[in-house]
């Protein structure tokens, strides 16, 4: 029996799918746009959480915020990154010559 990722079930609740937010930057099946719909679904979730938590109405789930936010820093960082070395790439050799 071979299992299938149900990725419109990960969007809608990333927490149930994923143990971390880092989780999510490392799997195989995700494409950028996959891993950007999850984690802003979670950073949702884990606002509310947060809320919550500051009213005392937690269930004694965490809400891992910070990962969260971590881990969409960490997306958009290799997102700069990939930009940046496919700019040196395409850049032409100046002539400094003159």
Known sequence: MTHQFDLKAAKANPSKFFSTPKEVLVHPEL??????????????????????????????????LGAVVSALLALNDEEKQS??????????PRNSGA
């Not at 950007?36 to 937690?58: F, G, P, T």
């Not at 940046?84 to 850049?91: E, N």
């Open 31 to 64: 494409s950028r746009t996959s891993k950007l719909d999850i984690l802003h679904q979670w950073e949702v979730d884990a606002r509310l959480l947060s809320v919550a938590e500051e009213e005392n109405m937690q269930d004694g789930e965490s809400s891992q």
């Open 83 to 92: 930009h940046t070395a496919s700019a040196v790439k395409a850049s032409p």
